[in-house]
């Protein structure tokens, strides 16, 4: 990442620790060499405030290893893949996965995608995956472990109130531009809307964000791909269950 990437990142994570209130939570220890992060979305879009927890959490590890974030498609459609590549994103796909961690670089991933990211507001303390599991088998091809990032809380920045999972069907939204869902949501400053937050930047409500990175995690003997991917999104899912068990909307 260049310098002024890099300072604005800075200074957007250190405005949203301030405002989220942000706490972490980390391993006794980590891998030595790349790993993949995978990790949850709180509301997931252009922005997503669970890639400033990562950022955060991550100055806390003390790494200086580059991570690659793999990044949905509709960033390079909506001609912002450019910008998005100066942040270390990427178009999120299997080589580009590999190669970057042959290449001695972290990756982060958040597999549920948009069915993650627009969940509504029922379902915010849930990990939802759809089943997805070529997480499982990049880190399996490309011989790394897992490392599984849980943050709480970005769900609670605004009122989703419909995942939109039949709107964009309907609109061919999920042929045209890969999103499988096309949410109604209440936010500031745009109130009552269909499918504009996620796309545009939205004043997030002051939600306390927590967030914890477990163990890493590695496929055992003989273990499939489906299985390896369902062990650790059982036990991203256990987490954030744990994690929220107690919690008070906004007041973390």
């Known amino acids: 990442m260049d310098e002024l990437p890099r300072r604005i990142v800075g200074l957007t994570v250190a405005i949203a620790r301030l405002y989220h209130r942000m706490e972490s939570h980390l391993p006794d ?16 879009g252009v922005f997503d405030l669970n890639v400033l927890a990562f950022a955060s959490v991550y100055d806390h590890l003390g790494d ?22 100066k942040f270390d994103a990427t178009p999120a796909n299997h080589h580009a996965a590999v190669d970057a961690l042959a290449a001695e670089s972290h990756v982060l991933v958040f597999p549920g995608g948009d069915i993650d990211g627009f969940k509504k507001w029922s379902d915010r303390n849930k990990v939802l995956f759809a089943g997805r599991t070529g997480f499982a088998r990049v880190a399996m091809d490309a011989g790394v472990p897992i490392v599984p990032v849980v943050t709480a809380g970005a769900g609670e920045s605004l009122l989703v109130l419909n995942q ?39 004043v997030p409500l002051p939600s306390k964000i927590v967030t ?30 744990t994690m929220t068990r107690s919690r008070t909307p906004l007041l973390g």
């Open 29 to 44: 220890e980590m891998p030595d060499g790349p790993v993949l992060f995978v990790a949850n979305h709180g509301f997931g």
């Open 64 to 85: 200086r290893r580059r991570v690659t974030i793999l990044t949905h498609q509709i960033a390079w459609t909506l001609k912002l893949g450019r910008v998005a590549e």
């Open 212 to 241: 914890t990175v477990l163990p890493a995690m590695r496929p055992h003997d003989d273990e499939s791909v489906d299985t390896f991917a369902a062990r650790v999104h059982r036990a991203m899912d256990d987490e954030l269950e």
């Open 164 to 202: 939109g999972t039949r709107l964009a069907r309907l609109t061919r939204l999920d042929k045209l531009l890969r999103m499988k869902s096309v949410p109604t949501s209440l936010s500031v400053p745009w109130g009552l809307n269909v499918g504009l937050v996620g796309l545009l930047p939205y």
